[in-house]
């Protein structure tokens, strides 16, 4: 059974850079895709970005001036930094698996961390 | 972006109800839609992918349909544990966006 585990500090002071790692256990880091997703309290899911085992990424536009997902799959972690935050960026992060139906392009999230959140304040 | 708009975004029903949730989008996406229920304090669990294919592991009483910019989530007997907010989300194109929400209560 595979386990996510989000890890990171819970308090972020503005305009500084927010930094989480995923931990993967449980099943191969090779064969999928890893992806962050955050919720600020109270509110919906935004999808912050993904990447693949060979480190391809893909941002969400919205967002990728600031983000960098990296992947250490000797680690079997993947990592998050989001740079000059403010509190708009306030959210339970998430990390996330990326699961697709065979041969498409069905894309998943079928196995999810229990999320960190991460107030941004001074 | 593609927009999702869920409707209702509210909706109190009773034990053993049978209830629907929908999903439009702003463009056509095919099926590359999923379903996901969350409750207070948990991370999201995915029930439905590609429109109408249900996850392992959940229970058949949920089920998926539609394609293109309309689709469905119904419950057909609601029940206890079924009582949470459901969100669909749409990979169809980049950037992955979500619903803002269904938050299904008990009456």
């Known amino acids: 059974q595979v386990q996510l585990q989000e890890s990171g500090p819970g308090l972020v002071k503005p305009s500084e850079t927010l930094s989480l790692t995923c931990a993967v256990s449980g099943d191969s880091i090779i064969s999928y895709y890893w992806t962050w997703i955050r919720q600020p309290p109270g509110k919906g899911l935004e999808w912050i970005g993904y990447i693949t085992h060979s480190g391809s990424t893909n941002y969400n536009p919205s967002l990728k001036s600031r983000v960098t997902i990296s992947v250490d799959t000797s680690k079997k972690q993947f990592s998050l930094k989001l740079s000059s935050v403010t509190a708009a960026d306030s959210a339970v992060y998430y990390c996330?698996?990326?699961?697709?139906?065979?041969?498409?392009?069905?894309?998943?999230?079928?196995?999810w961390g229990q999320g960190t959140l991460v107030t941004v304040s001074s | 972006d593609i927009q999702l708009t869920q409707s209702p975004s509210f909706l109190s029903a009773s034990e053993g109800d049978r209830v629907t949730i929908t999903c439009r989008a702003s463009?056509?996406?095919?099926?590359?839609l999923a379903w996901y229920q969350q409750k207070p304090g948990n991370a999201p669990k995915l029930l439905i992918y590609?429109?109408?294919t249900l996850q392992s592991g959940v229970p058949s009483r949920f089920s998926g349909s539609g394609s293109g910019t309309e689709f469905t989530l119904t419950i057909s007997s609601l029940q206890p544990e079924d009582f949470a907010t459901y969100y669909c989300q749409q990979v169809n194109s980049y950037p992955w966006t979500f619903g803002q929400g269904t938050r299904v209560e008990i009456k």
């Open positions: 463009q056509g996406i095919s099926s590359y």
């Open positions: 996330a698996r990326v699961s697709w139906f065979p041969g498409s392009s069905y894309y998943y999230l079928d196995q």
């Open positions: 590609a429109a109408s």
